[in-house]
Every structure is written in C-alpha cells, then in structure tokens.
C-alpha cells in the first residue's frame, strides 16, 4: 500500500485546512500523526475503512474531522480553527488490519506510512 498526502500550507490562526491521503492498495485502519519540531509523533485521528468509526486526539476534538471515500480510496482531515500549536508535518499511516478504532493509536500497529505534509499555522 502507498499512501500519498497533500493539503498542507501556512495559515493563520483560526483558518482552516484540509489534509488529503489517497492510498493506492487496501487498508481497514488508518491514522494521521503529526510531528512538530523537536518533537514526538503524536496520534491525531483514525478511522476505519468499514464502518467509518473514528476516534480523536484531545487536543484536537471538536475542531478536527476525519472521513474517509472509499470509492477514492483517499481518507481526508479536516482541520478548522487551527492554533500555531498545530505547526507540524502531518502523517497519514494504514493498517491492513482491523483495530478497535480508540485503541489503534501507536505509530508500531501501522504498517505503511505517506510522506508527510507540512501545516504552519501563525499567530
């Protein structure tokens, strides 16, 4: 599976972005991560091909949406009223397995990551 993001850009604060990552092979599971500078991978948001089940981050929920077309193999990240603490180079990773969603946040349970897209958000 191949995982290709896209959608980043610098925006102020309060703006909105949205993240795209287009898989070219099947996934049941998938993730975004971001990691800000000098900083660990941080678990963002996931959702499952099947059901559409997703969980969040807590510094992110309530602002940040995940969805996912299965026709166009491509899960999306919608990102609203970002903060300058949201500057990081976002991930999209897949799992070819099924995990339960709140579960499958460790960066060790997906098997193919994307290339990161970077998201600078200014005060």
């Known amino acids: 599976v191949q995982l290709q993001a896209s959608g980043g850009g610098l925006v102020q604060a309060g703006d909105s972005l949205r993240l795209s990552c287009a898989a070219s092979?099947?996934?049941?599971?998938m993730s975004w991560f971001r990691q800000g500078l000098g900083k660990e991978h941080e678990f963002v948001a996931n959702?499952?091909?099947?059901?559409?089940?997703?969980s969040y981050a807590r510094s992110v929920r309530g602002r940040y949406i995940i969805s996912r077309d299965n026709a166009r193999n491509t899960v999306f990240l919608q990102m609203n009223n970002l903060k300058p603490e949201d500057t990081a180079v976002y991930f999209c990773?897949?799992?070819?397995?099924?995990?339960?969603?709140?579960?499958?946040?460790?960066?060790?349970?997906?098997?193919?990551w994307g290339q990161g897209t970077q998201v600078t958000v200014s005060s």
């Open positions: 990773a897949a799992s070819a397995k099924t995990w339960p969603i709140v579960s499958a946040r460790g960066r060790d349970m997906y098997e193919y």
């Open positions: 092979g099947r996934w049941s599971t």
């Open positions: 959702i499952r091909r099947q059901d559409g089940s997703s």
